[in-house]
C-alpha cells in the first residue's frame, strides 16, 4: 500500500516536470516559460525527496525557485524592448526558425534515444542498501566539515567570485557616459 | 524493499535533460536558453540523488548536487550580469543577431 502511494506520488511529479518542461519546450512566450520552469522545480524537489533526499530538496526549492528563477524573470523584465510605441498583443514573443526546431528536435529525442538504450542496457549493481527515512541533513553537515572541506571553501569563494563578478558587471550598464 | 527502481528516476532525467537541451537549441533568446541550461543542470542532480539512494553512510550523489547547485546559482548571476550588458550594448537578446566583437 505503501509502495503503491509512493509510486503514484513519483509518476505524478514526474509526470508534471516533463510536461512543465515540454510546456517551456513549446511556448512562445518567455514568462509563460519562466513559471513552467517554477513549476519543473517543484515537481523535481518532490522526486528529491521520494528519493531520500530532504535536505537537498529544501534547498533547491530556495535556491532554484526562490533564487534563480526570481532572477530569470528580472532579466526577462529588464530585456524588454523599450522602442516599439505600439502595445504588441503577444509580448515576450521569441521567434523561432523552422530548422532549429528540426535541429533541436532531432537532437534532442536522438539523445534520448541514445541514453534510454544505455539506461535499458546497463545493470548496475548496487551494493549498499536503500536509503532508511532517517533524516539526511547530519550525514550532509559531518560529511561536509570532513571529508568535503575543501570544495565546501572553494564554493564560498566562487560565490563571493560570482557576487562581486555579477555587480560589476551590471552596475557598469554604461560606461561612454 | 519495495521501492520505486532506480531505471524510473533515470528516464525521468533523461528526458528532462533532452527536453532541456532541445529548449537550448531552439529558443532564440539568451534567457530562453538559460532556462533550458537550468533544467538540463535539475535533470543532472535527478541523477546523481537517485544514485546517491544506494550510499546512505557517505551521500557523495548529494554532496556532489549540493555542489551543482551552488555553481549553477554562480553562473546564472554571472550569465545574467552578461546578458543585460549585452542587451545595453546591441539592444538585442537575439543570440544570432550578436555575431560581432564591436558594434
Not at chain 1, 525527496?49 to 530538496?57: H, N, P, R, S, Y
Not at chain 1, 503577444?90 to 537532437?107: D, Q
Given at each position: 500500500m505503501i509502495f503503491k502511494m509512493e509510486a503514484a506520488a513519483f509518476?505524478?511529479?514526474?509526470?508534471?516536470?516533463?510536461?512543465?518542461?515540454?510546456?517551456?519546450?513549446?511556448?512562445?512566450?518567455?514568462?509563460?516559460?519562466?513559471?513552467?520552469?517554477?513549476?519543473?522545480?517543484?515537481?523535481?524537489?518532490?522526486?528529491?525527496?521520494?528519493?531520500?533526499?530532504?535536505?537537498?530538496?529544501v534547498t533547491q526549492i530556495m535556491v532554484y525557485v526562490g533564487g534563480i528563477l526570481v532572477l530569470l524573470i528580472f532579466g526577462i523584465m529588464?530585456?524588454?524592448?523599450?522602442?516599439?510605441?505600439?502595445?504588441?498583443?503577444?509580448?515576450?514573443?521569441?521567434?523561432?526558425?523552422?530548422?532549429?526546431?528540426?535541429?533541436?528536435?532531432?537532437?534532442?529525442?536522438?539523445?534520448?534515444?541514445?541514453?534510454?538504450?544505455?539506461i535499458l542496457d546497463a545493470r548496475f549493481a548496487m551494493q549498499g542498501e536503500v536509503i532508511s527515512s532517517n533524516s539526511t541533513i547530519r550525514t550532509i553537515g559531518v560529511e561536509l566539515m570532513t571529508s568535503h572541506l575543501l570544495p565546501f571553501e572553494i564554493a564560498a569563494i566562487l560565490l563571493l567570485v560570482a557576487l562581486v563578478g555579477a555587480a560589476y558587471l551590471a552596475l557598469n550598464r554604461n560606461p561612454a557616459q | 524493499?519495495?521501492?520505486?527502481?532506480?531505471?524510473?528516476?533515470?528516464?525521468?532525467?533523461?528526458?528532462?535533460?533532452c527536453i532541456g537541451l532541445a529548449i537550448t537549441i531552439t529558443k532564440r533568446h539568451f534567457i530562453g536558453m538559460l532556462l533550458g541550461i537550468e533544467l538540463m543542470l535539475n535533470a543532472v542532480n535527478i541523477n546523481l540523488i537517485a544514485f546517491s539512494?544506494?550510499?546512505?553512510?557517505?551521500?557523495?550523489?548529494?554532496?556532489?548536487?549540493?555542489?551543482?547547485?551552488v555553481v549553477a546559482a554562480a553562473e546564472v548571476t554571472v550569465a545574467l550580469a552578461i546578458i543585460l550588458r549585452v542587451f545595453g550594448h546591441y539592444n538585442t537578446v537575439d543570440p544570432d543577431k550578436v555575431s560581432d566583437l564591436k558594434k
Open positions: 509518476y505524478s511529479f514526474s509526470i508534471l516536470a516533463i510536461a512543465s518542461a515540454l510546456f517551456i519546450l513549446f511556448s512562445r512566450n518567455l514568462i509563460y516559460g519562466a513559471f513552467a520552469l517554477f513549476l519543473a522545480f517543484l515537481g523535481v524537489a518532490a522526486l528529491y525527496v521520494l528519493a531520500g533526499a530532504d535536505f537537498l530538496a529588464l530585456t524588454q524592448k523599450a522602442n516599439n510605441n505600439t502595445v504588441s498583443d503577444t509580448p515576450n514573443k521569441v521567434e523561432v526558425l523552422p530548422s532549429r526546431e528540426i535541429a533541436g528536435f532531432l537532437a534532442g529525442s536522438g539523445l534520448f534515444l541514445f541514453l534510454g538504450y544505455i | 524493499m519495495n521501492t520505486i527502481p532506480l531505471e524510473h528516476y533515470l528516464f525521468v532525467a533523461a528526458a528532462l535533460f539512494r544506494y550510499d546512505p553512510e557517505k551521500l557523495s550523489g548529494q554532496l556532489f548536487a549540493l555542489f551543482v547547485i
